[in-house]
């Protein structure tokens, strides 16, 4: 589900750049029980990594140590990915679908205490 809805914000106008939503995955999403690491080198591939695991499609697990560790469920220091860079913006991603949240404005203010 979550594959999905990544792969839409990637085909929509205001798709994130690879290192921003890597950056953004990484630091600004709740780890899940059930994680998949999905190691890419360009956009084309992270659009077909995603549609295949969005396809149920059994994907070999990644070769990537620290990819490994956190798909096996560790919390890996995804510093040692940025120390040489510059860390991007955070993208502006789709939330999961699981926690389902409604906010809403009242109509009025409410009274003065």
Known sequence: MLARRLLHQLDGPHAPELASLAHTLQYGRRAMKHRRALVV?????????LRSVADGADLPPAQDPLARAWADGATPDWDVLWKEHDRPARAHLPG?????????FDDEPPPAL
Do not use: G, N, V
């Not at 999961?96 to 809403?104: L, V």
């Open 41 to 49: 080198s360009d956009t084309a591939a992270l659009r077909t990594a």
């Open 96 to 104: 999961t679908p699981y926690q389902r949240r409604s906010y809403w």
